[in-house]
């Protein structure tokens, strides 16, 4: 599953790359669903060909390409959504969905390993209307600057258990089972606890966190392959997912493993 630290990393990478380049032709390699709801997949390419890309922006963790005249191209990468910059010499691999060519600079290769990511051009003053979805998002700990005491008056109404709180996208963008294991760790807050049994205390550790995390893991540029196909460096911070059975970087223990919903939980017998 994506998170924000790997789609925030795309979106500044993509601002800085290929803002300003324009779009020569568009093939849509993938089924017509990808194709935003045009009439073909022709169609659809001829609708961006001659655009020039502005800017990258993001909300949640959709893309948002401004391409002129007041539309913009929102892509919706799912669970197993990727972008890559690339040349057209190189072989295009079998999950491409998208391909954009710029007049200049090579091209814009979406790849989806699943059936989930979908490409969109709206006009920007319908946005909310096509994406409905964007008006319920929560707190964006990379774009939203917020006070802690903000943070916890919104935590304290809550009823779900931590984990599966900050994993909804309606209170906090873009937490998975890696970054809200880490943020967990970090907070020394079991995965049960309930927001409104937390102590001031507590609730400023779990800010922190929160915030600290997403921040470092941006700098770190993720723990996946960027869209120039380097690998992100946080897996090296990473104190406690995917090391069951070892001592956590920094704690005090060994990391232990149970599943919530089906899914592994990291986690230290200190968290409490």
Not at 84 to 110: C, I
Request: hydrophobic share 40%; glycine share 12%; aromatic share 6%.
């Amino acid at each position: 599953m994506l998170e924000l630290p790997e789609v925030e990393t795309a979106r500044r990478d993509l601002d800085k790359d290929i803002g300003g380049r324009k779009i020569k032709s568009a093939e849509v390699l993938g089924p017509k669903r990808i194709a935003g709801g045009a009439a073909s997949k022709k169609a659809f390419g001829t609708l961006l060909e001659g655009r020039k890309i502005a800017a990258v922006s993001r909300r949640g963790l959709n893309l948002i390409f401004d391409i002129g005249d007041e539309e913009l191209m929102i892509v919706g990468l799912g669970s197993g959504g990727r972008i890559r910059r690339a040349t057209a010499k190189v072989d295009v691999a079998k999950e491409t969905q998208l391909v954009l060519n710029f007049t200049q600079g090579g091209q814009l290769r979406l790849l989806d390993d699943g059936d989930e990511m979908n490409v969109t051009v709206v006009g920007s003053d319908a946005l909310e209307n096509v994406f409905p979805d964007f008006a319920t998002l929560g707190f964006d700990p990379i774009d939203e600057p917020m006070s802690w005491t903000a943070f916890g008056q919104r935590l304290i109404r809550q009823n779900a258990k931590l984990k599966h709180l900050l994993m909804d996208d309606s209170f906090v963008i873009g937490l998975g089972s890696v970054y809200s294991d880490e943020i967990l760790h970090s907070a020394l807050l079991r995965w049960d606890r309930k927001p409104s049994a937390l102590i001031t205390q507590e609730i400023r550790r779990l800010y922190r966190a929160i915030v600290e995390t997403m921040h470092n893991a941006v700098k770190h540029r993720g723990i996946t392959e960027d869209v120039f196909g380097e690998q992100g460096s946080y897996n090296e911070y990473l104190e406690v997912y995917g090391r069951g059975g070892e001592r956590s970087r920094h704690g005090r223990g060994q990391v232990l493993i149970s599943k919530i919903g089906g899914l592994p939980h990291y986690y230290c017998d200190y968290q409490v």
